[in-house]
Each structure stands twice: as structure tokens, then as C-alpha cells.
T-cell receptor, first 116, second 111 residues
Framework: GAVVSQHPSWVICKSGTSVKIECRSL??????MFWYRQFPKQSLMLMAT?????????EQGVEKDKFLINHASLTLSTLTVTSAHPEDSSFYIC????????????FGEGSWLTVV | QQQVKQSPQSLIVQKGGISIINCAYE??????FPWYQQFPGKGPALLIA?????SEKKEGRFTISFNKSAKQFSLHIMDSQPGDSATYFC??????????FGAGTQVVVTP
């Protein structure tokens, strides 16, 4: 089946630094990927829609200058958390659709970010 | 404002029993309704999904019932097993791939 891979699985960074998370579709091309964040015991909240070759579309309340998204190719989207603070510590998950119609949406395994 | 409301928040069921999780939505433009299973520390895994043109879909022990007029849909897990213990999320989408999630239901299946 379709696989979406995220890297790293977990990362610890110091306050004020930036950290990049990668999302790859391993066996299909994805013109659109999505980034979510999930706090412990809470639901997934959509952060932004990543579009290959164009600017990302951010959800209301998500700081675009803090959460930089780049979708450089049809198989790779990256999320960079800039000037990270402890409150940015969360589980970040990406998703992509394998068939171009939204019928089947697969999620990556997620990336745990801890800011100390 | 949560666009998809999910209940119950948690559920305990005995092995072999039926787990039922309900979701409701308001946005009639939603046209794709998936259910996801999530284990601690892992990303959500697609279980089963339905479109509004059918009222029921069954895959193995998992069944989605969909009521378009009531704007409700539910997940039934038949013959629940301890391995089914996880958090289940319903979701809805009205544009390609962009999902709105319910709050989640933690299911515990006792031996």
C-alpha cells in the first residue's frame, strides 16, 4: 500500500533554534500534502496545506512565519519550526493522498518535537 | 469551532462485544468520511471510509453507517478484540484531502 514517511521520528531542540521535519510519499506522487499537529490526548488539528510548486495555505491562527512549509517536489514536503519555544512541543503529522481524488488519504508516522 | 463532533470520549467493551462510535457534522459540503485508528505515539491509520452516496460500508469487522439526512455517521467494530484498543477518529472532508477531525474516542477492549 501507499506509504508516507516522516523524518525524524523524534527530535529535541533548544529554545530559539529551528528544526525541520520531512514528509515523503514513498511510492506515489502527491501534489498536495497536509500538516497537522496533535497535543497529547487531543485530536489532530490541520495546520496547513502544502502545494507542490506554490505557497502553502495556512489555517486560521497558524503563524506562517513560524511554521515554514516547502513542497519542493512531488514526493517531499518539509515543515520548519522556526525559533522554537517549549509550547511548540507537539506531535507533527503529515498526510497525502495517493490517488489524486482524496479517496484515500495516508498519514505519516508522525514526528515528536520536544523543545527544551 | 469543531466541525465534526464525536462521541463518546471513551469506551470500554468486553472482548467479543460491539464498539459503536458516533459522529455528527454540519457542513453539507463534506463528501468524504473516513475513520482512523491511532495507537500511542503513532500516526493515524486509515480504517474505512465512506462517501455520502451509500448508507453503509463494511470491511471485515468494521462497518460505517451513514445517515445523510441526519448528518451523522458511525463506526461499528464487531467482535472487538484487545488489539483493537486504540483511539479512533472520525473525519470529514469537503475538498481534496483536507480533513476535519473529531475529538477522538479512546476504546479499551477488556479480555
Amino acid at each position: 500500500g501507499a506509504v508516507v514517511s516522516q523524518h525524524p521520528s523524534w527530535v529535541i531542540c533548544k529554545s530559539g533554534t529551528s528544526v525541520k521535519i520531512e514528509c515523503r510519499s514513498l511510492d506515489f506522487q502527491a501534489t498536495t500534502m497536509f500538516w497537522y499537529r496533535q497535543f497529547p490526548k487531543q485530536s489532530l488539528m490541520l495546520m496547513a496545506t502544502s502545494n507542490e510548486g506554490s505557497k502553502a495555505t495556512y489555517e486560521q491562527g497558524v503563524e506562517k512565519d513560524k511554521f515554514l512549509i516547502n513542497h519542493a517536489s512531488l514526493t517531499l514536503s518539509t515543515l520548519t519550526v522556526t525559533s522554537a519555544h517549549p509550547e511548540d512541543s507537539s506531535f507533527y503529522i503529515c498526510s497525502a493522498s495517493s490517488d489524486g481524488s482524496g479517496n484515500t488519504i495516508y498519514f505519516g508516522e508522525g514526528s515528536w518535537l520536544t523543545v527544551v | 469551532q469543531q466541525q465534526v463532533k464525536q462521541s463518546p470520549q471513551s469506551l470500554i467493551v468486553q472482548k467479543g462485544g460491539i464498539s459503536i462510535i458516533n459522529c455528527a457534522y454540519e457542513n453539507t459540503a463534506f463528501d468524504y468520511f473516513p475513520w482512523y485508528q491511532q495507537f500511542p505515539g503513532k500516526g493515524p491509520a486509515l480504517l474505512i471510509a465512506i462517501r455520502p452516496d451509500v448508507s453503509e460500508k463494511k470491511e471485515g469487522r468494521f462497518t460505517i453507517s451513514f445517515n445523510k439526512s441526519a448528518k451523522q455517521f458511525s463506526l461499528h467494530i464487531m467482535d472487538s478484540q484487545p488489539g483493537d484498543s486504540a483511539t479512533y477518529f472520525c473525519a470529514a472532508s469537503n475538498s481534496w484531502g483536507k480533513l476535519q477531525f473529531g475529538a477522538g474516542t479512546q476504546v479499551v477492549v477488556t479480555p
